[in-house]
C-alpha cells in the first residue's frame, strides 16, 4: 500500500490568509487555520473614501508563519514529516516596494511607516 503524501496550501485574501493541509492521494483536509491581518482590521494603511485599500507586507508574513504552524500542529508530527509541497494563491496583485535584498522597505525601521508601495486604478503611487 502506498504511503500517504501531504501537501500545504495557502490563499492570501483582501483580510486574511488561510492555509490548509491535504492529503494528496485523496483530497482529505487534515488541517486548516486562518489569520485575520491585524493592520488591516484597524482600518490602518486604507482609505474607503478615496478608495484604497493597501496591505501591510509584515501581515503577509505573520499570517503565513501563523497558519503554516498552526496546521502543522493540529496535522501532528507525523503528516508534518510527510508535507511534501507547498502551493501558494493570491487574487490580486500587490506590488511591494522591496531594497536590494529583496526585504519590503515597510518593514526597514529607518524609513516612516506610511512608506509604502501600491496600484491605484493602474498606476504605481508611493506614499
Request: net charge negative; glycine share 10%; aromatic share 8%.
Amino acid at each position: 500500500m502506498s504511503q500517504d503524501v501531504y501537501v500545504i496550501g495557502v490563499d492570501y485574501g483582501s483580510d486574511s490568509v488561510r492555509s490548509v493541509i491535504l492529503n494528496a492521494r485523496n483530497g482529505e483536509e487534515i488541517a486548516s487555520s486562518v489569520f485575520e491581518y491585524p493592520r488591516w482590521k484597524q482600518g490602518l494603511y486604507c482609505n474607503a473614501g478615496a478608495n484604497q485599500f493597501r496591505q501591510h507586507p509584515l501581515d503577509y508574513v505573520e499570517g503565513l508563519e501563523f497558519t503554516v504552524k498552526n496546521c502543522l500542529e493540529k496535522a501532528g508530527a507525523e503528516v508534518a514529516q510527510k508535507v511534501k509541497g507547498l502551493s501558494v494563491d493570491t487574487t490580486g496583485s500587490t506590488p511591494v516596494a522591496v531594497d536590494e535584498t529583496g526585504s519590503p522597505l515597510a518593514l526597514n525601521p529607518g524609513l516612516p511607516t506610511i512608506l509604502m508601495l501600491c496600484s491605484f486604478y493602474g498606476r504605481i503611487i508611493l506614499l
